[in-house]
Nanobody, 128 residues
């Protein structure tokens, strides 16, 4: 079973950038399709970005397209989320999630139920 730990969250001003990392242990991250989700206070957890195991397909929420980039670093066994031009509405707890990607789905799963493995989250706060 894979364990996931997010890092890189913090406080940043609007317009700034932040890079989140999701470190996998117990298994190689190349086994998995990966997703990033976020949850604002009082809101449902929502899909932010995802990547198939192969990396041939990525998907982003409309609200972050052009600003966020998901990537995988095999050497570090991490999946990262580069966030640029941050807005106050990006504030929330960011979670990384994994699903076994060896089914080789060519689409990115965007539902929370589609991911069995989750990190505990990291707080991102964007001030105006």
């Amino acid at each position: 079973q894979v364990q996931l730990i997010e890092s890189g969250g913090g406080l940043v001003q609007a317009g700034g950038s932040l890079k989140l990392s999701c470190a996998a242990s117990g298994d190689t991250i190349t086994t998995y399709a990966m997703g990033w989700f976020r949850q604002a206070p009082g809101k449902e957890r929502e899909f932010v970005a995802g990547r198939t195991r192969s990396g041939l397909n990525t998907n982003y929420a409309d609200s972050v397209k052009g600003r966020f980039t998901i990537s995988r670093d095999n050497a570090k066994n991490t999946v990262d989320l580069q966030m640029n031009m941050l807005k106050p509405e990006d504030t929330g707890v960011y979670y990384c999630a994994a699903r076994d990607g060896r089914d080789n789905l060519s689409r990115v799963v965007t539902t929370t139920a589609g991911y069995p493995y989750w990190g505990r989250g990291t707080q991102v706060t964007v001030s105006a």
